[in-house]
C-alpha cells in the first residue's frame, strides 16, 4: 500500500469544524482513500472514503484534491466524542488486500 | 446497529500458557481478521480469514498463532505459548458482502480484548 503522511496531532475547539490533512503523493489510479478513527480505548472505526469526487456522509466530508495527491476529512461540528486517532489509508481496489495498514496517525484534541 | 464482540475485555496469562481470544463478527460478513495494538503503538494486521481458510497473514503471525471458525459463528485467534511480548490489545474485525473487492470492504471493528502475559 502506498504511504500516507499525516500530522502527528492537531487541536480544535468544540463545534468548530476541523480540517484533518493526509498526504499522498505516490497514490496509483487505483487507490482508494479511506479513513478510519480509533476512540480512546475503542476499535478503530470506519468513517468514510473515495476515489475522486468529494465525498459526504453523516459523520465527515472527504475533500479529495483534483491530482489526488493529498485529501482532507472535514468535521463539520467537532464534539468532544471527536477527540479520537485518525487515520488515513491507501487501499488498492486491484492489489487484492484486505488488511489495513495503520500508519501512526493525527491525535485530535477537542476543547471544551 | 450489528456490531463485532469479542471476549474476554481482559485476560491475564503466564507466560508460556495457551490463550484463546474469542469474537463474534457480524452475522452476514465473510470476512475475518484480527489486529493487534502494542501499548502506545500502531495497529499491526495479523491474518484476515475467509472462506474457512486464511488468507493472507503478516510476519508477525507465526507457528505460535492459529485462527478457528469453530462454529459459523465465532471466529478465535489461539496463542500456543505466550510470551511477555504478546502484551498488547488484540482486535477482531468484520467485513464483506458477496461481490465486489474485499480490499475495498469497510472493515467493523470489536472493542478488543486487553492481553496481559506475565
Known amino acids: 500500500d502506498a504511504k500516507t503522511t499525516q500530522p502527528n496531532s492537531m487541536e480544535s475547539n468544540e463545534e468548530e469544524p476541523v480540517h484533518l490533512p493526509c498526504n499522498h503523493s505516490?497514490?496509483?489510479?487505483?487507490?482508494?482513500i479511506h479513513w478510519y478513527r480509533q476512540l480512546p480505548s475503542q476499535g478503530p472505526e470506519y468513517v468514510i472514503h473515495?476515489?475522486?469526487s468529494n465525498v459526504n456522509n453523516r459523520m465527515a466530508s472527504l475533500a479529495i484534491a483534483e491530482d489526488r495527491k493529498s485529501s482532507t476529512l472535514i468535521l463539520h461540528r467537532a464534539t468532544l466524542r471527536d477527540a479520537a486517532v485518525y487515520y488515513c489509508?491507501?487501499?488498492?481496489?486491484?492489489?487484492?488486500?484486505?488488511?489495513?495498514?495503520f500508519g501512526k496517525g493525527t491525535k485530535l484534541t477537542v476543547n471544551p | 446497529e450489528p456490531e463485532v464482540t469479542q471476549t474476554p475485555s481482559h485476560q491475564v496469562t503466564q507466560m508460556g500458557q495457551e490463550v484463546i481470544l474469542r469474537c463474534v463478527p457480524i452475522?452476514?460478513?465473510?470476512?475475518f481478521y484480527w489486529y493487534r495494538q502494542i501499548l502506545g503503538q500502531k495497529v499491526e494486521f495479523l491474518v484476515s480469514?475467509?472462506?474457512?481458510?486464511?488468507?493472507?497473514k503478516s510476519e508477525i503471525f507465526d507457528d505460535q498463532f492459529s485462527v478457528e471458525r469453530p462454529d459459523g459463528s465465532n471466529f478465535t485467534l489461539k496463542i500456543r505459548s505466550t510470551k511477555l511480548e504478546d502484551s498488547a490489545m488484540y482486535f477482531c474485525?468484520?467485513?464483506?458482502?458477496?461481490?465486489?473487492?474485499?480490499?475495498?470492504?469497510?472493515?467493523?471493528f470489536g472493542a478488543g480484548t486487553r492481553l496481559s502475559v506475565l
Open positions: 452475522s452476514n460478513h465473510l470476512y
Open positions: 489509508i491507501l487501499r488498492d481496489a486491484q492489489g487484492g488486500s484486505e488488511k489495513l495498514v
Open positions: 474485525a468484520s467485513s464483506g458482502r458477496a461481490s465486489g473487492s474485499p480490499s475495498l470492504f469497510v472493515q467493523y
Open positions: 505516490t497514490i496509483s489510479g487505483t487507490d482508494y
Open positions: 480469514f475467509y472462506n474457512n481458510e486464511i488468507s493472507e
Open positions: 473515495g476515489l475522486t
